[in-house]
Nanobody, 117 residues
Framework: QVQLVESGGGLVQPGGSLRLSCAAS????????MSWYRQAPGKQRELVAV???????YYADSVKGRFTISRDNAKNSVYLQMNSLKSEDTAVYYCNAGRTSNNGPYWGQGTQVTVSS
């Protein structure tokens, strides 16, 4: 069955970097749309980045130029490289998969990212 497992979260100082990983089960097709969402306390879950084929990507304005989404289809994994982190990036980050678009039916359990000095 479909499984998504995030890892790589932690506590980092402002300006620092983290790389999040999402390991997907073999049920996830190579052409599935993969995305990252995040949710801060008391806030709605928001879309952070989307990747389709490893070439087509989308980023929220708040992270554009700082975050990079990528995927390794051979490993059935997706990554989020986060640079120049700010306190407002603090949130639980979730991996998502769908057959045709972002906001698909498959979700990971989330990994906590805390940016604080």
């Amino acid at each position: 069955q479909v499984q998504l497992v995030e890892s790589g979260g932690g506590l980092v100082q402002p300006g620092g970097s983290l790389r999040l990983s999402c390991a997907a089960s073999g049920d996830i097709l190579k052409n599935f749309v993969m995305s990252w969402y995040r949710q801060a306390p008391g806030k709605q879950r928001e879309l952070v980045a989307v990747i389709t084929s490893g070439v087509s990507t989308y980023y929220a304005d708040s992270v554009k130029g700082r975050f990079t989404i990528s995927r390794d289809n051979a490993k059935n994994s997706v990554y989020l490289q986060m640079n120049s982190l700010k306190s407002e990036d603090t949130a639980v980050y979730y991996c998502n998969a769908g057959r045709t678009s972002n906001n698909g039916p498959y979700w990971g359990q989330g990994t906590q990212v805390t940016v604080s000095s």
